[in-house]
């Protein structure tokens, strides 16, 4: 990033408030240059970088000062009660590097005010916002697949979705960009409020309202009361789905105009055709397209991208160009083919993303081989968790596969429905990883199909390798 983002004193009033270190003569010894870019961490500092120790669970972010300014970092913004509570990285920096150390209350409350100073001197972005509890980074994507086929769009690099995430992300809005798309993401209640001050979108779109994050948020209405916050002062616009049936929630009496996205209301899309493990052949204005997202979730992302798109005028040429481009990230839904046919769906799981999967699953009518789940526990679902496990081996009972491989200890719920209700090959419930690679690769055949998912903690993506290459 060669732009300028901030001259000293423009980034200095955009925290709220500081103070200098001991030994700073004046704000004059924090820079040499104005700011190019920000950075959490420090093996992304460079030249002319101010770098923000962040507290986290894991480590402290004020440990990595001494490296940031190593690696090219003007300042480092840090906590007064980091200095106060442990001072001992700050006495290991040396003296030119103590004096460029900025003090706030709140490192990362001052990172968040930055981000949305920085984003008021875009007034011409045009701020698409993009929240749910499923699909907010592949209809992110989409959304940009589309945009950047008309003009300059910028998004989320991956999931940086956070508070701290879309801070850091915000960063790299430029002059040159008429379009942001950027997901929006929450775990806990207040932190919609926190994202919407920061980005503020003009459009807003709701994916879905699910069981994801449902033991932090504590309810499906909470989920769509606090979900529904992105429809902040700043929206000019909301998109939910038609079939959502928490519509008065999420819009709340907050006064934004809603439109519905969907089979019967994005009538642009007039026709849709399976294509199995390939995807779909939409007819969207008459012209027949490729779109290689597999699963009926994947095609209301579809609808959702459409809908949005045709609102701002993007021409019908830049919409077909970008529902062809798109692929599948990494972990949502990645078809991984082979002597077994692995479907990589492991970056997260919750009750809904699962029920959908496994749906789909179904409606392959699979004939080359077997059908083979290897499935991770299902995190953050609370009060909720044994309940919706012994739901999934419902809906793993409908699929008939011939194997089925259980990792988590929540997946015991899962198990015992299994061992009544359903008959297969082989049946494995686990806590060990090792067992579970290893009776899972064992197991499968030339033409089986595998889906792998599982939450995000149980890191289920280290499962694929294993599978595709077990014959």
Avoid at 133 to 149: H, P, V, W
Avoid at 255 to 264: D, E, I, Q, S
Wanted: charged letters at 25%; hydrophobic letters at 40%; one cysteine or more.
């Amino acid at each position: 990033m060669n732009d300028m983002l901030f001259t000293p004193d423009e980034f200095l009033s955009s925290m709220g408030g500081f103070r200098l270190a001991k030994g700073a003569r004046s704000k004059d010894d924090l820079f040499d240059v104005p700011i190019s870019s920000v950075c959490a961490d420090s093996r992304e500092a460079e030249r002319h970088s101010i770098f923000f120790a962040l507290p986290g669970e894991r480590t402290d972010g004020h440990r990595f000062i001494e490296d940031a300014f190593r690696r090219g970092a003007s300042s480092a913004v840090a906590q007064v009660k980091n200095l106060s509570e442990d001072p001992s990285w700050f006495l290991r920096l040396s003296e030119p590097m103590k004096r460029r150390v900025i003090f706030t209350e709140s490192s990362q409350e001052a990172l968040q005010k930055s981000a949305a100073a920085w984003l008021a001197k875009l007034p011409n972005l045009r701020r698409i916002g993009v929240t749910g509890s499923c699909g907010k980074t592949t209809t992110k994507e989409l959304i940009a697949s589309i945009l950047s086929c008309e003009n300059s769009t910028v998004k989320n690099p991956g999931n940086r979705n956070s508070t701290i995430g879309l801070a850091l992300s915000l960063f790299n809005v430029r002059t040159s960009h008429r379009y942001g798309v950027f997901e929006m993401g929450i775990s806990s209640p207040g932190e919609m409020e926190i994202l919407a001050d920061m980005y503020r979108p003009q459009r807003a779109v709701v994916t879905n309202i699910g069981s994801a994050h449902i033991g932090t948020l504590g309810s499906m209405e909470t989920t769509a009361k606090e979900k529904g916050k992105i429809l902040g002062a700043s929206a000019q616009l909301g998109y939910i789905h038609e079939d959502c049936p928490w519509t008065d929630l999420v819009a709340g009496k907050r006064g934004v105009p809603v439109k519905f996205f969907g089979a019967r209301h994005t009538g642009a899309i007039d026709r849709v055709s399976a294509r199995g493990l390939s995807g779909w052949v939409i007819r969207y204005r008459g012209k027949m397209i490729s779109y290689p997202l597999i699963g009926y979730h994947n095609l209301v992302n579809a609808y959702c991208a459409v809908t949005l798109a045709e609102d701002l005028g993007i021409s019908c040429d830049a919409i077909a160009a970008g529902l062809e481009n798109i692929s599948a990230l990494e972990g949502r839904g990645r078809v991984i083919p082979g002597s077994v046919t692995v479907i990589e769906d492991c970056y997260n799981a919750n009750a809904d993303s699962m029920e959908t999967m496994l749906s789909y699953i179904r409606s392959l009518h699979w004939r080359r081989g077997r059908i083979g789940l290897v499935l991770g526990s299902m995190k953050e679902l609370g009060p909720s968790s044994q309940e919706y496990h012994r739901k999934l081996g419902e809906w793993i009972s409908s699929v008939h596969p011939a194997g089925v491989f259980l990792y988590g200890r929540e997946m015991e719920q899962t198990s015992r429905v299994l061992s009544k209700s359903c008959s297969p090959e082989r049946l494995l419930f686990t806590d060990d990883f090792v067992e579970l690679q290893r009776e899972a690769s064992v197991f499968v055949r030339p033409g089986d199909l595998v889906l792998v998912k599982g939450s995000r903690s149980m890191e289920m993506e280290r499962m694929v390798p294993a599978l595709c290459t077990a014959v």
